[in-house]
């Protein structure tokens, strides 16, 4: 978009969050250039960063990416050891795998190999089990079918994590224009013209109601597992569905990363569900760091600044597709999104953090 604004506005750029910060959605891959991180976290006041994907190694091609296992052990080498309490991570466990063959031949044990993984997982220090948006959408059994997240054989994992008392981050479905047909009307097209492999337009993908109907009877199942749902519950698009599901499942939280710009097209109905919804909400970014990424979240949540441009989906602001407002969150509510709520429901991060905070 190149026409310029004439716009008088407030503008505020808080330099650091308001109260230190967790970013607790974010992926390292195997960039164990941590250093130049650590320089934007400390500039910033981030004081402990999440890699959900640790034991995920993603390589990518053209317009897409295939997903494989790799040791968990370059985590703890790489990050905890050598920076502590700075770093803490999830683990896929077995979800770390390729969509192009079935995920399992015999679902009992893939089910005993998963807990078996999971549970040597967390003694290392992984804080929870990340799913990839990949289970519901591409990964199949030995026949051939499509496996439902609600799938009845999967059980026992959501059953272990709450029995481990670790939170489930589950990404399911996507933006809404991501099913939508990949025309100039549809409001992500610049995006999905740059990534096509993010489009599920084709009919052979379920639809996006049908990934959240799946997921959402899932968390109503396991009551005393906490799920964590990434991207506002991947609705942002539909504010007072994500708020009754709140309302009716208290073992859900949701994070907010890669929707700021959904959340600040509506900011007065955002403004009301983080007020409403403050102590399930986490802080949560899933872009690239850098200090103008995590600047524009402060600027979002902390003032009411009007019409500004928010980072894309990976971290840069040359491409957007509109501008957004902030929602200026009292400071209790603030402080609550920015640490307490992640001190709430990620095991050791209180013991971690308790000089930090
Ligand atoms: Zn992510």
Redesign the pocket.
């Known amino acids: 978009m190149a026409t310029r604004c004439y716009l008088f506005r407030q503008e505020h750029f808080p330099p650091k969050a308001a109260f230190p910060a967790v970013d607790g ?3 390292l891959w195997d960039n164990w250039n941590v250093e130049e991180l650590l320089k934007v976290m400390e500039a910033v006041g981030i004081i402990c960063y999440c890699d ?2 640790a034991n995920v190694n993603i390589s990518w091609r053209e317009g897409g990416y295939s997903i494989g296992r790799r040791r968990i052990e370059d985590f703890f080498e790489n990050c905890v050891a050598q920076y502590p309490d700075k770093f803490y991570c999830f683990t896929a466990a077995t979800f770390a795998a390729p969509t192009d063959k079935p995920l399992f031949e015999d679902s009992q044990k893939f089910v005993d190999e998963t807990l078996e993984l999971l549970n040597r997982h967390v003694k290392m220090g992984a804080r929870g089990l990340k799913i990839l948006k990949e289970l519901g959408l591409h990964y199949k059994d030995a026949s051939g079918k499509l496996i439902r997240t609600d799938d009845d054989r999967l059980a026992p994992i959501w059953e272990e994590a709450g029995k481990l008392g670790i939170p489930v981050l589950m ?1 399911q479905s996507d933006p809404s224009g991501f099913f939508e047909p990949m025309t100039p009307e549809n409001e992500h097209y610049e995006s999905l013209k740059k990534y096509p492999s993010w489009s599920f337009a084709d009919p052979k993908f379920p639809r996006k109601a049908e990934l959240l109907k799946r997921r959402d009877n899932l968390i109503r199942r396991h009551p005393k597992t906490t799920f964590i749902l ?1 991207h506002v519950a991947n609705f942002a698009e539909n504010l007072p569905y994500v708020s009754r599901l709140l309302d009716e499942n208290p073992n859900v939280y949701i994070d907010f ?2 929707r700021m710009d959904e959340l600040g097209r509506q900011p007065y109905t955002a403004r009301k569900l983080f007020i409403r919804h403050q102590d399930r909400i986490l802080f949560g970014t ?1 872009m690239p760091a850098s200090v103008e990424m995590y600047r524009c979240h402060f600027r979002f949540l902390e003032t009411f600044d009007e019409n500004f441009i928010p980072p894309d989906y990976d971290g840069t602001f040359g491409r957007y597709r509109w501008k957004i407002s902030g929602i200026g969150l009292p400071k209790e509510v603030l402080k609550k999104i920015y640490h307490q709520n992640a001190l709430e429901i990620i095991p050791g991060l209180k013991e971690d953090l308790k000089n930090s905070i």
């Open positions: 959605h974010n992926h959900l994907t990404h990434a990363s890669a899933d």
